[in-house]
């Protein structure tokens, strides 16, 4: 088919795009027409990366199940670099706005960047499990198709950070054609194995209820205890795997519901001290959670708490090998971090702590440019722990140079090293994080409650207000301030002097129609009056 027919297929009129925090994101009625493009702006980026593998994947996270949306991966796994975002809006708008206009936009791009569209472009794809996929996968593949020359990759259901890695390995390998799922099982395996056999890890210190919010976690996770030894297949088990039926995916479960609600989701029955996690739609981010034996309440170990546990092992193996000055370790939050979590990175950790934007992509940017260790997450479960080439090479030498007669310091050594690639460094994981927790528990014998000890949530709110415009809600001072509307943010400021140990902060979602408003505050009851009042105030000036 010419490039018209198949934009008469696939392309529909009138819809505005946004590249937002995670890509494009809407009903997936109106999303052919972007996946169109997007598969366009892929083959694009290939070519102009020397014909890298440049992945696309199809999901919607956390979404609701009608909802779907597609985002790009870089060759190394990170996200799309921020300055093709605006090509990617372009396009798709050009090719809303009618065919002419989508031919003349990518003319303009190819002519300025001089992309030789004959060249070779490389591209993976794959989806997570919403209905909508196989119809918007379809309108993908026609988008690339429009190109000659392109080399697919088509790894049918994957998560999100699954098609991340295996990008990155099919990058690094002399042998792409190699590549399959499997890989992405065995390395996670093998290094799990290796570090906890080290540690004589022979059983975890409680058992762990996976909450899979019905998505393509739920497949993969139980291929990965499938394959993996006794220890993790006699004490993980999994609820909310019912992929097959669509209507059910993020439905009263998922980490994003847990989250949110604070709350167990459907069908889980907890008992006192055993540990549960919730994967999102996705899985690519993950919070745990416990009842406590005495009152039996719902305790949330959130992204804070995960960074928190992750930062201390990795400062205390640092400090055991005598690296701590040589290696430089940060972590990396967004202003929804809990404000009990930075202080005691900070004061009691001594632990730098910068904040980004939110998206992972910022917090990885800054994670990579400021640390040679940098355990990055979001309050809501996103993140992970990267490690630079400076680390890589220490470690290296370090390993060679001490004899395995200093037991303490060799296996320290082995054991940042195995650590380093237990974690997923392309992007936040919900399985590879799972595995990085339940290791650095299961090392340090630490029950959910232990865990829990290191410092005690400040009580917060967060909120969505509908306004009629949210592009009017800009802030700065990576989101914590607003510098529009006009007077708002005195408001704010106003309020906030009336709590004690209070914050609040107001920013327009990257991914809903929404402005978000979060506050805390000494007491529950002045989190909730904190955050109704600023966005009371928000209606007020939208
Ligand atoms: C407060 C919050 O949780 N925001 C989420 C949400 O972004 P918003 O831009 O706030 O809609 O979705 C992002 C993508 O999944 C995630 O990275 C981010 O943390
Ligand atoms: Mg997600």
């Known amino acids: 088919m010419s490039f018209q027919e198949l934009y008469n297929k696939h392309c529909k009129q009138g819809h505005h795009y946004t590249y937002g925090t995670a890509g494009f994101r809407a009903h997936n009625s109106v999303l052919d027409t972007v996946m169109f493009t997007t598969g366009i702006v892929a083959v694009l980026r290939s070519i102009y990366l020397k014909s890298k593998f440049v992945g696309v994947m199809i999901t919607a996270s956390h979404n609701p199940p009608e909802d779907n949306g597609v985002k790009i991966v870089e060759p190394h796994g990170e996200m799309l670099v921020q300055n093709w975002e605006p090509i990617a809006t372009k396009l798709a708008n050009s090719a809303s706005a009618g065919f ?211 930062a201390k092992l990795l400062a205390d193996l640092l400090h055991q090998c005598g690296l701590s000055d040589t290696l430089n370790l940060g972590v990396v939050q967004t202003a929804y971090a809990n404000g009990s979590s930075t202080k005691y990175i900070s004061d009691d950790l001594k632990i730098p702590v910068s904040c980004t934007k939110t998206g992972v992509k910022h917090l990885h940017h800054e994670a990579v440019s400021n640390y040679d260790i940098g355990v990055y997450f979001e309050a809501n479960g996103h993140g992970t722990v990267i490690f630079s080439s400076k680390f890589v090479e220490t470690i290296d030498i370090a390993l060679q140079e001490t004899s395995k007669t200093n037991k303490n310091k060799h296996e320290s050594l082995l054991s940042l090293q195995l650590f380093s690639q237990l974690i997923n460094q ?40 509908i306004v009629p415009d949210r592009s009017v809600f800009v802030s700065t001072n990576a989101e914590r301030q607003l510098v529009s509307p006009e007077g708002l943010q005195a408001k704010i400021d106003e309020l906030v002097a009336k709590y004690p140990k209070s914050r609040s902060f107001v920013r327009a979602s990257g991914t809903e129609d929404a402005v978000r408003v979060y506050a805390e505050a000494d007491t529950t009851e002045n989190a909730i009056e904190l955050a109704t009042k600023v966005g009371e105030q928000v209606k007020l000036h939208d």
């Not at 399959?180 to 290796?194: L, P, R, T, V």
């Not at 590879?432 to 009580?459: G, R």
Request: net charge negative; glycine share 4%; hydrophobic share 40%.
């Open 100 to 310: 002419t206009q989508l031919e003349s936009a990518l003319k303009a791009i190819t002519d300025e960047l001089h992309i030789d569209t004959t060249q070779l472009a490389c591209i993976t794809v794959a989806r997570d499990s919403r209905e909508s996929g196989p119809r918007l996968l379809a309108a993908l593949r026609a988008g690339i198709s429009v190109f000659s020359n392109v080399k697919i990759v088509d790894f049918e259901l994957l998560t999100t950070p699954q098609l991340h890695f295996l990008t990155h390995t099919l990058n690094s390998s002399s042998s792409p054609s190699t590549v399959k799922e499997s890989a992405y099982y065995d390395h996670f395996i093998s290094m799990w194995n290796q570090l906890t056999q080290l540690h004589h890890v022979t059983e975890l210190p409680f058992h762990l209820t996976i909450d899979c919010a019905n998505g393509i976690g739920a497949d993969k996770v139980k291929e990965l205890i499938a394959q993996a030894g006794s220890v993790l297949a006699s004490s993980l088990s999994t609820v909310n795997g019912k992929t097959d039926t669509f209507q059910l995916l993020n439905e009263s479960c998922g980490a994003d519901f847990v989250k949110t609600n604070q709350t167990f989701p459907a069908n889980c029955s907890p008992e006192p001290s055993q540990l549960y996690c919730s994967f999102d739609g996705d899985a690519d981010r993950v919070v745990f959670y416990y009842m406590d034996d005495k009152e039996n309440k719902f305790h949330l170990l959130d992204g804070d708490k995960i960074a928190t546990l992750l």
């Open 426 to 465: 392309t992007v936040g994981d919900a399985i590879s994080d799972m595995l990085a927790v339940v290791a650095t528990l299961s090392i340090l014998k630490l029950k959910p409650e232990d865990w829990d000890q290191c410092y005690h949530d400040l009580p917060n709110r967060l909120t969505k207000v």
